[in-house]
Nanobody, 128 residues
Framework: EVKLVESGGGLVQPGGSLRLTCAGS????????LVWVRQAPGKRLEWVSA????????YYADSVKGRFTISRDNAKSMLYLQLNDLKIEDTGTYYC?????????????????????RGQGTQVTVSS
């Protein structure tokens, strides 16, 4: 069974940090580009960051550039997202996903149907 399982979310004050993780199983992790997307309450899904199969060519949404860092460890089948200098508007459910067309972020907001597999999500709440 192909699975992605996110963890690491939580409640943090503005300016704080979190590290999200996504564990992959049931597929050849090192062959897949991966992406983080998020959804705030009452809002549509949005792109956050993506990384190619080798761990390079990262994409960041303008809203997170300079604050978030994506990385991966193919030996451990793990994807990471380091969230620094968190803002209230970063609040939402964060999902990792695979099996998508690289560069889709240039064509508009994502939909869940754009991904072959996604995790169940991890909640990030930024509040004072």
């Amino acid at each position: 069974e192909v699975k992605l399982v996110e963890s690491g979310g939580g409640l943090v004050q503005p300016g704080g940090s979190l590290r999200l993780t996504c564990a992959g199983s049931g597929f050849t992790f090192s062959h897949n580009a991966l992406v983080w997307v998020r959804q705030a309450p009452g809002k549509r899904l949005e792109w956050v960051s993506a990384i190619n199969s080798a761990g390079g060519d990262p994409y960041y949404a303008d809203s997170v550039k300079g604050r978030f860092t994506i990385s991966r460890d193919n030996a451990k089948s793990m994807l990471y997202l380091q969230l620094n200098d968190l803002k209230i508007e970063d609040t939402g459910t964060y999902y990792c996903a695979r099996d998508f067309r690289w560069g889709m972020w240039y064509f508009g907001a994502p939909q869940m149907s754009d991904f072959g597999t996604r995790g169940q999500g991890t909640q990030v709440t930024v509040s004072s």
